[in-house]
C-alpha cells in the first residue's frame, strides 16, 4: 500500500485546509504596535540592569 493512502480529492482538501491555516497565521501576525514595542523595551531595560548588578555583585563577591 501506498504512503499516499487517501484519494485525490483527500489530499486537495487537506492541502486547501493547510493554506488556509498558514494565511491566518499569516495575517495574525501583524507589525507590533506601538505600546507593545514600548513594553518589550521596558522589559529589555530592566533585564540588562538586572544583569549588570548581578555582574557587578559577582565581581565583588570575596572568595574564600
Not at 494565511?23 to 540588562?48: L, N
Amino acid at each position: 500500500m501506498s504512503e499516499n493512502a487517501g484519494t485525490g480529492s483527500e489530499q486537495q482538501a487537506s492541502a486547501a485546509a493547510e493554506k488556509q491555516a498558514q494565511g491566518q497565521a499569516k495575517s495574525e501576525q501583524s507589525a507590533p504596535h506601538t505600546g507593545q514595542i514600548r513594553t518589550v523595551g521596558q522589559r529589555r531595560r530592566d533585564s540588562e540592569e538586572k544583569l549588570e548588578k548581578h555582574q557587578q555583585e559577582a565581581r565583588h563577591k570575596p572568595t574564600d
